[in-house]
Structures are given as C-alpha cells and as structure tokens.
C-alpha cells in the first residue's frame, strides 16, 4: 500500500488511453487494497481478484512502471467486445457475391483474464524492462495458473487526438450519448466499461455505413501503446477478431499455452554464481527470473546458465528475488526482442 | 366512354405499346413482352379460378371503347410473398436511457421484415400520360375498390400499397446511395428495374439482414424515410383520402412508404353499395316518363357484379331508393340489364354517406 503515491503519479500522467488506472486517489487506493488481497488469497478458480504489479529500480527504490491483471473480464457482469464478422451477401441469380464487414456486439471474452494497467516511464522505454513488466505477468501465471483463465485478452486504446476525441466514438458511442467519450468515462464514475456498455447500440454495426475516418479507426492502435501491444504481439496474441466497443482499439487474445514465455519458461533449482560474472560460460543469456511465492512474488532480467535443472544467477539477483540456494524459480529466455543483458539487477 | 375491364389475352401488344410509352425506369410495366404475357396468363389464370391464392393477380385495364384503346393499367395482388419472400423496412426506435447518468437518447431504427407476407397489394397502375386529365386516373385506381367490396373473400383482411420513394431526375435516390448501394454495387435504377421484373427477392437477399441505426445514414436519406416521390404525391393524397395510412413500413431500396388498410375501413369498400339497374328514360326523348340521368350530378363508380366480366365506369347520376338509373349506353358497357345488381359508390369520399 506504500506504492499508493507513487501509482497516483503514474496514473495522472497516463490519463488518456490506460482506463484501468483511473486518476483518483481513493478509486487507486481500492484498486491497490484489492491487489494486495488478490495476492494473499488462496484461489482456486479465477474470480473477481485483480493482480497489480510494479517496476522499481533498486538502484533508487523508485516505482518506474505498472501492470496488472485482471482474473476474470467482467466478473459479475459481463465484458463487452465488437467481434469483427464478415457477413457474406450472395445472390447465385444475380451472380454477386458481396462481403460486409460488421462489428457485432459480443460478450465472447467474458470470462478471459485481462492484461492491463501497463505503463512505463518513457526514461525505459527502450530498455529492456518493458518486457520484464509485461511479461512477469505471465511467469506469475505459469506458476498459478488456477488463479487465471487458460485464455488471455489485452485492450489496447484506439485512435484520439490530444483533446481526447475519437473518430470511432464520434460515429458510434456518440449517437446515444451525446457527449465526447472522456465525458462519458467521467459520467460512469469509474464504474465498470458495463455501465456504459449496456447504453451502446445492441446490433451489429455494419462498418460499411460509417464515416471513412471512422472505418479507418477499427482496430487501430493509439500510437501512445506501440511499446505494450508489440510486447503482446510478440508473445503471439492475435489482434483482428475483437475491438473495443468506445473507441475501436484492437483487443488482442491468446491462449496462455501456447504463448512464447510460458512455452518458453522451466521451473528450476536457484544455484549461485560466485558473484562474479567470469563464472557464466559461453551459454549464459538474459532470462526473466521469477520467484515462485504466490505472495512476495518478484521477477527480474537476469544474466543465467541453465544446468539440468538448475540455474545458475549471481547471488545479487538472488537476493533481489528472496531466493536462497535450492529454491525454485520460473525461468524464461528474454530473447531476441530484449536488449543488452544488464548489469544490474531488479 | 372510359372503362375498366380484366386485362385480355388479345391485349398483349397494346400492353406492350403502352409499356412502351411508359419509358424506362417504371417499375411497375417494365416494356417485356415475356414478362408481360405472364402477367397476363397470371390474370386469367386468377379469373378463371384456376391458380392458387399466392400465384393470383387481378389485373384490370382502363379501355377507351371509342378506339378500342388501352389508356391504364392497374392490378391487385391475392397475396404477396408466398413465392418470393416479401421485405421492407419497418421504422421503429430505440430508446437507450440511463436515469442515473442523465442520458435519454431516442434512436430510429430500420427493421427488415416480412410483416406484409400474406397480404393483398394494390399495384401496377400506369395510366397514358395522354390521358392523365379528368377523372381518368381516379377511375384506374379506385375501381379496384369495388371489385374488393365485391370478391371480399378473395383479398387478406389488410390491403397495402406500396408509393415510390424520393429518387432525383437521374433516377438517384438518396436512401438507396445512402444503405442499398454499399451492399449491393448496382445503380437504383437497375435494382428498381429488377424490382419490376419479378426479382426483388434476390435483391433484397444481399441487403443487410440486422436492424439498422437509421442515424447511421446520411442526412439526406434519413430525410427521405417514409416520404413519396413528388409525382406520386396524388396517389398518396388519394389513397389516404380512402382510409389508407402509413404505418411504418418503407421500402428497401427508395424507403418509399407502403400504405395500409383494413378492407371495412377503405371508405369506398365501406361505403359501396348495391342497388338494381334502372334503364333510364333519354332526357332528349319528348315526355319521357321513368327515371333519368342527372348529367350535371355527382360522380359514382359503377361496377357489375360479375367476376370475369366484371366492369367499372364513371357515372354521373343519382340512386333513386333501391334502384341506379343507367343510361342505355352504359348499361351496355357495363353488361347489365334492368334489375341486375350493380355496386355503387360515389368517387369522391365527401360525397359519401355513412352507408
């Protein structure tokens, strides 16, 4: 609960486009009391919990990042999404085969368990800790996956300019509501995206019969989430089914299984290094580190030799994890997107 | 001397002629002889009985007996949409409110539907532009009126009319650049041709199936849903001045409106009655003793009581009791002889009593 300041200053400057972290003090303070619960609770199936974590540099003790889970997409109520359809109109007599692109109204990722809240402080964002924060995630979901759906799905913000007005929001949501999409948000109180959902168009839209900026606007990325989404990109979610009924924004969906870090990670003996880097052959690489404590759990970039199944890491990383010699961790190569191995450790 | 008989099989080229004239871009008498002809055995077909209910098509033709010649056409159809499924829009809203969020926002919609399957439709009237004077257009139209009141059990309890929608000189409709066109890349005036030869069905199978958001349009085809184009005003004004209302239903192509109607409450049906021909006396014959046509009275649509050879025409004249005095020259054209039954109603509504 320390971190509520910290959080409070991450959410004011990324206001527009990361919904889950609305900028207000008390709605911050649950959202954190709930995580903190989240944690410590045993569960069995996934339910209302939702998981935040935090970047912070050691080095300053400063919180740089955040990203967070939700266990259930719209738990209690459901989670709304524009499913993507191709209606097919075709006349054998008349010999023409049309395709119709239509957005329908669907509730196909209730259920799902959401990636959200991802932020980074732009002074790392070409580093590589944007992957340690959005993929520590998924080690924490490898080693409990009873707490999460086997699926997985990320919305992502769709096009605005500066005052917050959207093309797609103009077209669609604006008709039955009659104020700009910030307006809307503000007028729902933080209350789930349901609330408002329920006042959206319940038929399909067909895409064909919107303004040209707005067809333009589905499922596109706002360029302010590039980082995060080519983050999910890469682990191998999939972005063309579902977009975000305000403002159009691709909503991307994965199986956990068969996402690059899960398939890629080993759950392994912790072995230490004698502290010096000399001690890593020729086969040591950066790896995501995680521990396993449902709890305390902490993750790094680390430099690491797989042996059977041990890992060797310097005792500084081990510290920095709780972890003594013996204990287990979950282990991922960073790969070929990540950066230099660091020297440091988080 | 005008006069509406059942179309004929002799009547082909003069249908074709007159199809002819009508120019391109009616749908209601495409000039095809083919699909003339099978209109045509369609309504002998429906006159002799022989069809069934969903096949049948009453269609009449307005004859100038001086010539011989077919000025007008107009049909009524048994049944719509038992062959080929029958579609149109319906106009409705949704209301999409939230008390707590002060939010009431009023949204129209455009259901696609096959409310009207089943029922009887009044169609395919053309009337010579040559003869678009007079009485002659009201003639055409409302005859159909009495051949209802008297084949009641031939017709569905509602009667529709479909009106042409707004569409520009260039044949461009506004609702169909608007909707139509991004489902189906063809210009108006061809899917209205198909219209008129039988194939709207297949037309409307590439139009969108779910509900529309009518403010999803363009300003200018949500201002034409429901309206008629400006040439088929007066057939609206007379259609509503027979009972007729819009209730909501508009075409899938133009939004034309289609205007309905229970059979008892279309006035001229309500309102039409039977009376027993009187031969009137000639007023030129000296001492005429009998009854005797008014020539300067009101206008009645007089119609025989026969199915095949069955004939309406305007009258001017005045029921006397039981009895309708004809001249001898009508009462030829309508085939009728003192003491047979003709039914009667006057032209205008406001000439009518409650009867």
């Not at chain 1, 093309?167 to 948000?185: L, S, T």
């Not at chain 1, 430099?303 to 709780?322: D, F, G, K, T, Y």
């Not at chain 2, 199978?205 to 201002?223: I, N």
Request: aromatic share 10%; glycine share 8%.
């Amino acid at each position: 609960m320390t971190d509520l300041p910290a959080i409070e200053r991450i959410a004011a400057v990324s206001a527009v486009g990361i919904t889950s972290l609305p900028p207000d003090r008390e709605k911050l303070y649950d959202k954190l009391r709930s995580s903190v619960h989240s944690f410590s609770s045993e569960v069995d199936v996934n339910g209302e919990e939702i998981y935040f974590f935090v970047l912070e540099n050691t080095a300053t003790g400063e919180i740089v990042g955040t990203s967070g889970v939700v266990a259930s997409a719209g738990f209690h109520d459901r989670f709304y999404s524009y499913r993507n359809e191709i209606i097919v109109h075709a006349s054998q007599e008349l010999k023409v085969s049309n395709k119709i692109h239509a957005l329908h109204l669907c509730h196909d990722l209730t259920g799902l368990s959401l990636l959200t809240s991802f932020y980074i402080d732009p002074a790392y964002e070409h580093t590589e800790w944007p992957q340690l924060l959005s993929r520590a995630r998924l080690l924490y979901m490898a080693e409990f996956p009873q707490r999460f759906a086997d699926k997985l799905a990320a919305e992502n913000p769709g096009l605005c300019d500066d005052e917050g007005h959207s093309p797609f929001w103009n077209a669609v949501g604006r008709r039955f509501f009659n104020m700009e999409y910030p307006q809307a948000e503000q007028l729902s109180g933080g209350r789930s995206k349901t609330f408002i959902a329920e006042l959206m168009p319940q038929y399909p839209i067909y895409v064909p019969l919107l303004p040209a900026e707005a067809q333009l606007a589905i499922g596109q990325l706002h360029p302010v989430a590039e980082l995060p989404f080519s983050i999910l990109l890469d682990e191998g979610f999939e972005a063309d089914t579902y977009v975000d009924i305000f403002d159009g924004g691709p909503t991307v969906e994965a199986r956990l299984q068969t996402l690059r870090t899960i398939q890629g990670n080993r759950r392994l003996q912790v072995k230490l290094s004698g502290g010096t880097e000399a001690e890593f052959d020729s086969s040591a690489a950066p790896y995501l580190v995680a521990n396993i404590a449902a709890d305390t759990f902490r993750a790094t970039i680390a430099n690491a030799c797989i042996e059977r199944n041990a890992i060797l890491i310097a005792p500084a990383v081990a510290a920095s994890l709780q972890l003594k010699p013996g204990d287990y961790v979950r282990a991922a190569p960073l790969g070929a997107s990540g950066h230099a191995a660091p020297g440091g450790t988080r | 001397m005008m006069i509406i008989r059942p179309i004929a099989a002799a009547d082909i080229g003069a249908l074709f002629q007159l199809a002819l004239h009508a120019g391109v871009g009616l749908t209601t008498l495409p000039a095809n002889e083919e699909l003339l002809q099978a209109r045509i055995d369609a309504s002998l077909a429906s006159f002799a009985g022989t069809s069934e209910r969903a096949e049948q098509i009453f269609v009449f033709v307005l004859e100038d007996t001086a010539s011989h010649k077919i000025v007008g056409i107009c049909a009524i159809a048994a049944a719509v949409g038992l062959r080929q499924p029958w579609y149109s829009y319906r106009v409705g809203q949704v209301v999409h409110a939230s008390q707590e969020l002060g939010i009431f926002t009023q949204t129209p919609t455009l259901f696609l539907s096959n409310d009207h399957t089943g029922q009887s439709e009044l169609c395919s009237l053309f009337l010579d532009p040559n003869y678009r004077q007079g009485k002659n257009g009201s003639l055409l139209s409302k005859c159909r009126f009495l051949f209802i009141a008297q084949f009641r059990e031939r017709f569905s309890k509602k009667i529709i009319a479909e009106l042409r929608g707004v569409s520009d000189a260039e044949g461009k409709s506004p609702f169909w650049e608007s909707l139509g066109r991004h489902f189906f890349s063809m210009e108006f005036k061809d899917a209205d041709y198909l219209t008129g030869i039988g194939k709207k069905s297949f037309v409307a199978e590439l139009m969108p199936k779910h509900p529309l958001y009518s403010s999803f349009l363009t300003p200018a085809a949500q201002a034409v849903i429901g309206q008629t184009h400006e040439l088929t005003k007066p057939a609206l004004s007379m259609l509503e001045s027979e009972g007729f209302r819009f209730e909501g239903h508009v075409d899938i192509f133009d939004a034309g409106p289609a205007v309905e109607c229970d059979v008892e409450d279309i006035d001229a049906v309500a309102k039409s009655r039977l009376y027993k021909v009187a031969m009137a006396v000639p007023t030129t014959a000296p001492h005429a003793k009998g009854p005797t046509v008014d020539k300067a009275g009101i206008h009645y649509l007089v119609a025989n009581t026969w199915l095949t050879h069955f004939r309406v025409m305007l009258v001017r004249g005045e029921p006397a009791g039981e009895t309708f005095p004809l001249s001898a020259e009508d009462a030829q054209a309508l085939g009728v002889n003192a003491g047979d039954n003709v039914r009667v109603v006057t032209l205008s509504p406001k000439d009518r009593v409650a009867g």
